[in-house]
């Protein structure tokens, strides 16, 4: 007799304490799991199949999509996604307006190989809403299609009026001479 992959996962990631997503909830385009700071598991098995390529058409995927929607009110730390599987290599893109595959991507990152991490730093973006795109993208190495992620959100704001000030800020005036 063996386990469901899924009830394994889930009863491994209870013992250590992590959340995860419900593996009939489909993560998508026009569904997306909002991504609120919190590290979470998410399979991207059940991800959206519906976008084949991504960053104006440019970059192939080879499997599912997991889309994650990210609200940046001052962009502030890194998004980061960890394979939890040792075979999956997992990009991650970001994209910042409408989720298709024509959308412009502002940040990729490909994981440091299978089983590896990927990490988007946020501190260089605007403020506003983005769509966070993980699968692997077809750079002719082998490996699965999909699986499962941990994706955190490492330096989020606990409120959006922290870090409005950056430290290395020094306001001028320019005041006409009398």
């Not at 799991?33 to 590290?39: A, H, S, Y």
């Not at 059940?46 to 609200?71: E, I, K, Q, R, Y």
């Amino acid at each position: 007799m063996s386990l469901n992959p899924w009830i394994l996962r889930v009863a491994i990631l209870t013992a250590i304490g992590l959340p995860f997503a419900d593996p009939a909830d489909a993560q998508t385009c026009n569904t997306p799991i909002p991504l609120i700071g919190e590290p979470i598991v998410i399979d991207t098995c059940v991800g959206d199949t519906n976008l084949p390529v991504v960053c104006n058409g440019a970059v192939p995927l080879t499997g599912p999509a997991l889309v994650m929607s990210v609200h940046l009110p001052y962009p502030n730390g890194r998004l980061q996604v960890q394979s939890m599987d040792a075979g999956l290599d997992a990009a991650a893109f970001l994209l910042q307006g409408p989720c298709y595959s024509d959308a412009f991507c502002v940040a990729a990152e490909e994981a440091s190989g299978p089983g590896g991490t990927a990490s988007i730093e946020l501190d260089e973006l605007d403020s506003g809403d983005y769509f966070l795109v993980i699968a692997p993208y077809d750079d002719g190495s082998p490996g699965p299609a999909c699986g499962p992620v941990a994706v955190s959100w490492i330096g989020n704001p606990s409120s959006p009026l922290d870090g409005l000030f950056r430290s290395n800020f020094t306001p001028t005036l320019d005041l006409p001479e009398p």
